[in-house]
C-alpha cells in the first residue's frame, strides 16, 4: 500500500459496530486496575511479550473471563470505556457500539447501575476529548442460558438510557439454539430495542438461519460462514440483514486459517451489508483501524469501497435518525 493510501485510509472517518467491552482491555489497563482493587491475577494470563495467553476458543473465554474478573467499581468500566474510545478516535473512528455484560458485572459483584454509569462516564468523556460518539448494546451470555438471557433483557428494559440502544447475545455458539432465546429477544424487541447476535462464526450456516428465522434481529455477528449457502447469501442481502464482519478475529480464532481464505469479499459482492470490526482488539492483536488497513492490504479494497463499508456500518447502526444523519455527513 503506498503511503498516501494508508494516510488516506487512517484519516477516512469508520464506524465499529461490534467490540466486546470486557475484551477491549487492554493488558496494562487489566494490571492498573486489579492492582487499584486489590486483585491478585491468575498465573499465565499474559505472555512474556505481554499479550494474552490462550491457545483455543475455549481458552480465549476462559481469559477473556479472567480479565474481566478483576473489575469491581463504576470507575473501572469507566476507564476501558474511554481507553478505548480514545484508541479508535485516533485510527478515525467516529460511531462505535460495544457489547456490555450485565452477567460479567454481577459475576464480580457489581450492580447493572455501576456498570452502565461508568460506561456512560466514559463515553461522555471520550466525545468531549476526541469527538467520538459512543453507544450500547446490552449482551446476555449464551452459555449461560435461555432463562438468564431473559433476566438480561428485563434489566435492559427496566434501566434503559439514551445511550443503550440493542440488544445482542454473545458467548459459547455451541451451546443451546438461536431460538432458545426467543423470548428475552422479544422481550427487547417488544420494547422497541434494535438486535443482533453472534451466528455463522463457530457454526456453520445454520446457525444463522436459526437467528434470522427465531429472533427479531436485523445484523449477525460475524455471520462469515453463511457464504456456504447460496440461498443463506441471498436471504440476507433480500432482507437487508448486516453482518458485523472481524477477519482479524476469525483469523486469530481459526475460523479460517489465513486472509487469502477469508469471505469478505464474497460478501460484499452479494450485496450484504458489511461493517468492519475488531471484536476484542487487545486479545487479537487487531484495531478497528488496522482492519480498515487490512482491506486494502489483504482484500485489495480500495478508498472509495472502504469509505461505502463506513456508510454501511453507520446505516445499520443502532444509533437514532439524528446521529445516523450528522455522521452519514461526516463519511460523505
Same mark, same amino acid.
Given at each position: ?25 487492554? +493488558? ?10 486489590? =486483585?491478585?491475577?491468575?498465573? #499465565? ?12 476458543? %475455549? ?12 473489575? &469491581? ?24 457500539? /460495544?457489547?456490555?455484560? +450485565? ?33 450500547? =448494546? %446490552? ?6 442460558? +435461555? ?14 438510557? +439514551?445511550?443503550?440502544? #440493542? !440488544? ?8 443451546? /439454539? ?25 457454526? #456453520? ?17 460475524? #455471520? @462469515? ?19 458485523? %464482519? ?8 481459526? @475460523? ?17 451489508? /458489511? ?8 486479545? !487479537?492483536?487487531?484495531? @478497528? ?21 463506513? &456508510? ?21
Amino acid at each position: 500500500m503506498s503511503e498516501s493510501l494508508a494516510s488516506q485510509i487512517q484519516n477516512l472517518p469508520k464506524v465499529e459496530l461490534h467490540s466486546h467491552l470486557e475484551g477491549c482491555i487492554p +493488558p496494562g489497563l487489566v494490571r492498573t486496575i486489579a492492582k487499584r482493587n486489590g =486483585i491478585t491475577l491468575k498465573e #499465565g494470563l499474559f505472555t512474556k511479550d505481554d499479550t494474552f495467553a490462550w491457545n483455543d476458543f %475455549v481458552e480465549f473465554l476462559q481469559a477473556y473471563d479472567e480479565a474481566s474478573f478483576c473489575l &469491581r467499581k463504576a470507575q473501572d468500566y469507566r476507564d476501558i470505556m474511554y481507553t478505548y474510545m480514545e484508541q479508535c478516535a485516533a485510527e478515525g473512528t467516529i460511531y462505535a457500539e /460495544t457489547f456490555i455484560s +450485565p452477567d460479567h458485572a454481577a459475576a464480580v459483584g457489581m450492580s447493572y447501575d455501576d456498570m452502565l454509569s461508568g460506561c456512560v462516564q466514559g463515553i461522555d468523556d471520550a466525545q468531549r476529548d476526541f469527538g467520538i460518539v459512543g453507544r450500547l =448494546i %446490552v449482551s446476555c451470555v449464551r452459555h449461560l442460558g +435461555p432463562e438468564q438471557a431473559v433476566v438480561v433483557a428485563q434489566q435492559l428494559v427496566d434501566n434503559s438510557h +439514551p445511550y443503550i440502544v #440493542g !440488544f445482542g447475545m454473545g458467548g459459547n455458539e455451541s451451546m443451546f /439454539t438461536q431460538a432458545d432465546f426467543a423470548p428475552a429477544f422479544n422481550i427487547a424487541a417488544a420494547a422497541g430495542f434494535a438486535c443482533t447476535t453472534h451466528a455463522g462464526e463457530v457454526l #456453520g450456516p445454520e446457525s444463522v438461519w436459526d437467528a434470522i428465522d427465531n429472533l427479531p434481529v436485523t445484523r449477525i455477528g460475524h #455471520g @462469515v460462514r453463511s457464504v456456504e449457502d447460496p440461498a443463506l447469501i441471498t436471504e440476507l442481502a433480500k432482507r437487508g440483514i448486516a453482518l458485523e %464482519v472481524c477477519p482479524g478475529s476469525n483469523i486469530a480464532l481459526s @475460523v479460517y486459517p489465513n486472509l487469502a481464505s477469508h469471505p469478505l469479499n464474497k460478501i460484499l459482492e452479494a450485496g450484504i451489508s /458489511t461493517s468492519l470490526n475488531s471484536d476484542d482488539a487487545p486479545f !487479537f492483536a487487531t484495531t @478497528v483501524g488496522s482492519e480498515y488497513q487490512s482491506g486494502a492490504n489483504d482484500f485489495g479494497l480500495d478508498l472509495e469501497q472502504l469509505r461505502n463499508i463506513s &456508510r454501511m456500518a453507520m446505516q445499520a447502526s443502532f444509533a437514532d435518525a439524528h446521529t445516523k444523519a450528522r455522521l452519514l455527513a461526516v463519511i460523505g
